[in-house]
């Protein structure tokens, strides 16, 4: 079975960091892309980033260029996401997804509030 | 990057119901598109792959369609556990861009 834990969220001011982690099991992790996805409060769904296996491409939506970073390691079959100058938009559940988008964790929540 | 349009963005259905909904993509994608159910405070369900594979634990009453820039869900009796908001997703490319969802309410 497919299980995917997120960890890492929690309230944050504007402007500061934080680090989610993801662990994956149930399926051999270093053979598939991986993607971060989030939720806002009420709103739909919003693909955030993905990274390739091997970490060969990787891909980030332009509401987050530049100020987050999604990295993989294979060995601990887990996925990251490092959020630095986060916004009051960056708000959200966000969701580990592994590339063949059939089994998504419970999420974490984000709050960026002062 | 590829726009997802869904349509409409809610819809009121009896128990019982045919009820159809609509996903146009901005350009071509072959048939990289997938359907999720999410119900509210869950997590997204994946219900549709590749347009029309039905994925294995969803039920038969869900069949998906379309190729190219235009699909759609179908759900042919409508059953008490099907009302819940319904997302379409292209998988072509990154942005792996979502439609902005339909909420199927009772009516």
């Known amino acids: 079975e497919v299980q995917l834990v997120e960890s890492g969220g929690g309230l944050v001011k504007p402007g500061g960091s934080l680090r989610l982690s993801c662990v994956a099991s149930?399926?051999?992790?270093?053979?598939?892309?991986m993607n971060w996805v989030r939720q806002a409060p009420g709103k739909g769904l919003e693909w955030v980033s993905s990274?390739?296996?091997?970490?060969?491409?990787?891909y980030y939506a332009d509401s987050v260029k530049g100020r987050f970073t999604i990295s993989r390691d294979d060995a601990k079959n887990s996925l990251y996401l490092q959020m630095d100058s986060l916004r009051a938009e960056d708000t959200a559940v966000y969701y580990c997804v592994p590339g063949f988008w059939d089994s998504w964790g419970q999420g974490t929540l984000v709050a960026v509030s002062s | 990057d590829i726009q997802m349009t869904q349509s409409p963005s809610s819809l009121s259905a009896s128990v019982g119901d045919r009820v159809t909904i609509a996903c146009r993509a901005s350009q071509p994608i072959h048939n990289f598109l997938n359907w999720y159910q999410q119900k509210p405070g869950k997590a997204p369900k994946l219900l549709i792959y590749t347009a029309s594979t039905l994925q294995s634990e969803a039920p038969s009453r869900f069949a998906g369609s379309g190729s190219g820039t235009d699909f759609t869900l179908t759900i042919s009796s409508l059953q008490p556990e099907d009302f819940a908001t319904y997302y379409c997703q292209q998988s072509y490319g990154p942005p792996y861009t979502f439609g902005q969802g339909t909420n199927l309410e009772i009516k």
């Open positions: 990274v390739t296996r091997s970490s060969l491409y990787i």
């Open positions: 149930g399926f051999t992790f270093s053979n598939y892309n």
